[in-house]
């Protein structure tokens, strides 16, 4: 919702301090706690968010347009949570290799072709958010077929190198790498009866939510189940 632009693609989300957005966000937010989270978590790094979060529950934080403050945050402190945890992970993500080697192998346009597919996406998702609120972004957000689809882009790198040059498979692979981090600190941080929400930025979705499949004691409960319409 800060919108820091760090990513390939980013969305537009307005300043979501507005009245309108705040309304919306309570809203979401009295949905999510309808699910009666014991615990929260988030994409930010060690430290930082239970630092700031005790900070939110003693009303010395200064306004943010983070989502974690204004989702995590505010849901953790709707749910009587005495505590917020970081689970973000350092990473590489090696793009400008491949991007170097599809040139100069004739492969700039798979390239090309990914990348306007998921600004189509961006697209979408900014005219939704603009058009229908967060709730909806939300919804189209946590959508297993999107995601699903989204994920294509993240394979469609194995088609650039060749032979003992592998630098689509390299991105992968730290691309992955980071992600079984984060997954392993949802893991290590979770305890039996434990019902967790989590908060990530969606191009991590496809691959926490296989991890939360594929590891034995965890059940997937769709947030679609929950957000308002």
């Given at each position: 919702?800060?919108?820091?632009?760090?990513d390939?693609?980013?969305?537009?989300?307005?300043?979501?301090?507005?009245?309108?957005r705040?309304?919306?966000?309570?809203?979401?937010?009295?949905?999510l706690?309808?699910?009666?989270p014991?615990?929260?978590?988030?994409?930010?790094?060690?430290?930082?968010?239970?630092?700031r979060?005790?900070?939110?529950?003693?009303?010395t934080?200064?306004?943010?347009?983070n989502?974690?403050?204004?989702?995590?945050?505010?849901?953790?402190?709707?749910?009587?949570?005495?505590?917020?945890?970081?689970?973000?992970?350092?990473?590489?993500?090696?793009?400008?290799?491949?991007q170097?080697?599809?040139?100069?192998?004739?492969?700039?346009?798979?390239?090309?072709?990914?990348?306007?597919?998921?600004?189509?996406s961006?697209q979408?998702?900014?005219?939704?958010?603009?058009?229908k609120?967060?709730?909806?972004t939300?919804?189209?957000?946590?959508?297993?077929?999107?995601?699903?689809?989204?994920?294509s882009?993240?394979?469609?790198m194995?088609?650039?190198?060749?032979?003992?040059?592998?630098?689509?498979?390299?991105?992968?692979t730290?691309?992955?790498h980071?992600?079984?981090?984060?997954?392993?600190?949802?893991?290590?941080?979770?305890?039996?009866g434990?019902?967790?929400?989590?908060?990530?930025?969606s191009?991590?979705?496809?691959?926490?939510?296989?991890?939360v499949?594929?590891?034995?004691?965890?059940v997937?409960v769709?947030?679609?189940?929950?957000?308002?319409?």
């Amino acid at each position: 919702m800060s919108n820091p632009g760090h990513d390939i693609h980013n969305v537009n989300a307005g300043d979501v301090l507005q009245p309108d957005r705040q309304a919306e966000i309570e809203k979401i937010t009295g949905a999510l706690a309808s699910f009666h989270p014991t615990e929260v978590m988030a994409e930010w790094p060690a430290d930082v968010a239970s630092q700031r979060y005790a900070q939110y529950l003693n009303s010395t934080l200064a306004p943010s347009r983070n989502e974690v403050v204004q989702l995590g945050f505010r849901l953790a402190k709707a749910s009587r949570l005495s505590h917020f945890y970081d689970i973000d992970a350092d990473g590489d993500f090696p793009y400008e290799p491949v991007q170097v080697f599809a040139q100069a192998h004739g492969q700039s346009q798979l390239l090309e072709r990914a990348n306007v597919e998921m600004e189509a996406s961006t697209q979408t998702q900014t005219a939704l958010l603009q058009s229908k609120g967060i709730a909806a972004t939300l919804r189209y957000l946590n959508d297993p077929v999107l995601l699903s689809h989204s994920n294509s882009f993240y394979r469609q790198m194995l088609r650039v190198g060749a032979g003992t040059q592998q630098p689509g498979a390299d991105l992968l692979t730290a691309w992955y790498h980071r992600n079984f981090l984060i997954c392993a600190n949802i893991v290590q941080n979770a305890h039996p009866g434990d019902r967790i929400v989590i908060f990530y930025g969606s191009g991590h979705a496809f691959l926490l939510r296989q991890c939360v499949t594929e590891t034995p004691g965890f059940v997937l409960v769709e947030p679609n189940n929950f957000l308002p319409q």
